[in-house]
């Protein structure tokens, strides 16, 4: 339909990329398009809105992606497009349009290339690669945010400690993996802090229509930060009067950061395996160091409570590389299973998630 649109505005409008503008003025919905002209081989025209793409700064050359790590390491300077950008590229420039069609600059990021992140290695597959990074993945969320006895609310941005003083309530939307990380953070948010938390899946928050509590805090969970319903419900929530967003998320630069007022990311390193894995540990941390310092705001948890906190959660890479070490064991007991056909996973209180969580990856 798209490009159909576009050859009749070719015909009204000589100019290829005001012939795209205008086609783009009429779409409506999610979309990331790669347009090319075959009278201009040479110009791609890029426009995006509600989906991600990137554009990745080469030599002599340019890329577009949804994802920089599609491009490592033919480049490591990547352009984010806003919302509604439209670009054109070549071999030798990029130029960018708003949507409202006025040429603008957007900032260069430079990401550095590590090898060890997108190889294999000893491993047969990344999902058991990225299962044996956790405890690497988990250290280096926590590394740089938790002091000996405390948890500084800068960690979140400047403004955290004046949001968190007001927050009376916490509303959590996420999808899959993510969404089952926030059903377990809200058993310790209601436990720990006292404030009522409502857990729900984005794609069915961002459809209805609810009602906010004066003060409530609006966290979204996402590995990537491009998910479609995740920033969607984001989006809806700056205009149905939250108190402020938070995002945690592993990529600095997704759309889901770039417009949350608050944001922890995990550094997880980067995930390849389809089936979340050590993404899901690193949010579960995140969403504890968020519910010490709101049950401190709340005045629920003590200096005593919170430095017990603190060491538990510097233990965690030791206990996950301790759980590692049963690899051959489970892999015998997994033997035991290999010909059945059913499983039933079964769990309790923040057990209860965690069980959705073991049958999602079953099925994965």
């Keep these: 339909v798209v ?3 576009r050859y009749h505005a070719l015909s009204e409008q000589p100019n290829f990329l005001g012939a ?22 040479e110009s791609l025209i890029v426009v995006r809105a509600g989906c991600p793409l990137l554009i990745g700064l080469g030599i002599g050359e340019n890329f577009i992606a949804s994802d920089h790590l599609a491009l490592l390491p033919v480049a490591q300077r990547f352009i ?3 919302e509604g950008d439209i670009a054109e590229v070549t071999r030798s420039k990029v130029k960018i349009y708003s949507a409202q069609g006025q040429e603008v600059t957007r900032k260069i990021h430079k990401v550095e290339f590590s090898h060890d992140g997108s190889d294999r290695g000893q491993y047969r597959h990344y999902m058991q690669k990225e299962i044996f990074e956790q405890p690497e993945a ?10 000996e006895r405390r948890i500084p609310d800068e960690i979140f941005g400047v403004e955290a400690a004046n949001v968190f003083s007001q927050v009376k309530a916490v509303q959590i939307a996420a999808c899959g993996t993510s969404y089952h990380a926030g059903l377990v953070a809200r058993y310790w948010l209601e436990a720990l802090t006292g404030l009522p938390c409502l857990v729900e899946t984005a794609s069915e928050l961002r459809y209805r229509s609810n009602v906010v509590l004066p003060g409530t805090l609006f966290v979204t969970l996402s590995q990537s930060g491009e998910t ?5 419900a984001q989006r809806a929530a700056k205009e149905s009067g939250y108190l402020a967003t938070l995002s945690i998320c592993n990529v600095p630069e ?3 950061v770039r417009s949350a007022d608050l944001s922890l990311m995990m550094h997880a390193g980067p995930e390849i395996g389809v089936a979340s894995t050590k993404a899901f540990t690193s949010q579960l941390v995140c969403l504890l160091m968020l519910t010490v310092i709101l049950g401190r705001h709340q005045q629920k948890i003590t200096a005593a409570d919170e430095a017990e906190l603190i060491q538990q959660l510097r233990h965690l890479p030791k206990g996950l590389e301790e759980a590692l070490e049963l690899d051959s064991e489970i ?3 997994a033997e035991l299973f290999g010909d059945k056909q059913h499983a039933l996973f ?6 209860y998630p965690l069980a959705l969580e073991g049958a999602l990856k079953l099925k994965e």
């Design 3 to 5: 490009a159909h649109l």
């Design 20 to 41: 795209v503008q205008s086609v783009v003025a009429r779409l409506q919905g999610a979309y990331a398009l790669a347009i090319v002209n075959r009278e201009h081989p």
């Design 138 to 147: 988990v250290a280096g969320t926590l590394e740089g945010r938790i002091a």
């Design 228 to 232: 479609a319903d995740t920033l969607a």
């Design 346 to 351: 079964i769990g309790r209180g923040p057990l």
């Design 331 to 333: 892999q015998a007991l």
């Design 80 to 82: 984010y497009l806003d």
């Design 254 to 256: 997704s759309s889901l």
